[in-house]
T-cell receptor, first 112, second 117 residues
Framework: KQEVTQIPAALSVPEGENLVLNCSFT??????LQWFRQDPGKGLTSLLL?????REQTSGRLNASLDKSSGRSTLYIAASQPGDSATYLC???????????FGPGTRLSVLP | EAGVAQSPRYKIIEKRQSVAFWCNPI?????LYWYQQILGQGPKLLIQ????????DSQLPKDRFSAERLKGVDSTLKIQPAKLEDSAVYLC???FGTGRDLNTEAFFGQGTRLTVV
């Protein structure tokens, strides 16, 4: 059974810092992994999808890496801005790859 | 491209009442998911459809929750009777394929916030 954890649970940084969010999963037989952003009271917005054959995926100031052998993924945010404040969730395939299992999220606050 | 549509956005009901949520996925997406998100937690899968067939409903409390996806497009999720612990955000998502597909990306609606009093 796939289990996903995220560290840290919450993070508060001053504007301009580079930061790393961590995601761990127990079943490494995955086809892909997805990172999402969730603003308060809103749904989930897809940020990045990393295929199992890829090691990294980039979108603007965001870079996600995937290491299947160690069961880990990291989301790197460069030059953080107050607008980056949100909860970041990672999701890995579960149930033999049929659907997505979510971690609890990392709540990020970027202070101006 | 239109996103995943959900309604209503908010709902307040008393315990033991019934409630229904509606979801319209992105056009052409065969897979539809209903997730429950309790405050402070990550979303938990309730049920997954592939076209109009159920793929996974192992975590759906079947004594009170039901869902259907008629004609493989729109879906409704119903709770009857509701309990206080059902207070949560109910998220609908859709994807072209399943998690087994390398480039499958899940897209979520805005969610329905349910408060049971």
């Amino acid at each position: 059974k796939q289990e996903v954890t995220q560290i840290p649970a919450a993070l508060s940084v001053p504007e301009g810092e580079n930061l790393v969010l961590n995601c761990s999963f127990t079943d490494s037989a995955i086809y892909n992994l997805q990172w999402f952003r969730q603003d308060p009271g809103k749904g989930l917005t897809s940020l990045l999808l990393i295929q199992s054959s890829q090691r990294e995926q980039t979108s603007g100031r965001l870079n996600a890496s995937l290491d299947k052998s160690s069961g880990r993924s990291t989301l790197y945010i460069a030059a953080s801005q107050p607008g980056d404040s949100a909860t970041y969730l990672c999701a890995a395939p579960g149930n033999y790859g049929q659907n997505f299992v979510f971690g609890p999220g990392t709540r990020l606050s970027v202070l101006p | 491209e239109a996103g995943v549509a959900q309604s209503p956005r908010y709902k307040i009901i008393e315990k033991r009442q019934s409630v229904a949520f509606w979801c319209n996925p992105i056009s052409g997406h065969a897979t539809l998911y209903w997730y429950q998100q309790i405050l402070g937690q990550g979303p938990k899968l309730l049920i997954q459809f592939q076209n109009n067939g159920v793929v996974d409903d192992s975590q759906l409390p079947k004594d009170r929750f039901s869902a259907e996806r008629l004609k493989g497009v729109d879906s409704t999720l119903k709770i009857q009777p509701a309990k206080l612990e059902d207070s949560a955000v109910y998220l609908c998502a859709s994807s072209f394929g399943t998690g087994r597909d390398l480039n499958t990306e899940a897209f979520f609606g805005q969610g329905t916030r349910l408060t049971v009093v």
